[in-house]
């Protein structure tokens, strides 16, 4: 089983920055591939970005240029750079990592992007 623990969300004005952290336990295997989705009122949950342990990404087009993941192979960690955020950009982040058949999430930690 896996644990995955968000922290770094918050109230930003629009053009502001925020960064997500997320930290997994209860393995003592390397995670390949984590990530982050999210959620906004009403809509479904949607891809934000992943990287595998190799360093491979993968963006929403919504976020490309603006959102930057990087993680911490080591330590199963994995952090979410988020810059010029838009008001769009307000949702319930989840953190998220497959280990074995199971994709496991997180709880969520919220963004709101308002004036």
């Known amino acids: 089983q896996v644990q995955l623990v968000e922290s770094g969300g918050g109230l930003v004005q629009p053009g502001g920055s925020l960064r997500l952290s997320c930290a997994a336990s209860?393995?003592?295997?390397?995670?390949?591939?984590m990530g982050w989705y999210r959620q906004a009122p009403g809509k479904e949950r949607e891809l934000v970005a992943t990287?595998?342990?190799?360093?491979?990404?993968n963006y929403a087009d919504s976020v490309k240029g603006r959102f930057t993941i990087s993680r911490d192979n080591a330590e199963n960690t994995v952090y979410l750079q988020m810059d010029s955020l838009k008001p769009e950009d307000t949702a319930v982040y989840y953190c998220?990592?497959?280990?074995?058949?199971?994709?496991?999430w997180g709880q969520g930690t919220q963004v709101t992007v308002s004036s």
């Open positions: 209860k393995t003592p295997f390397r995670l390949y591939i």
């Open positions: 998220t990592t497959k280990f074995g058949p199971f994709d496991y």
């Open positions: 990287m595998t342990t190799g360093g491979t990404t």
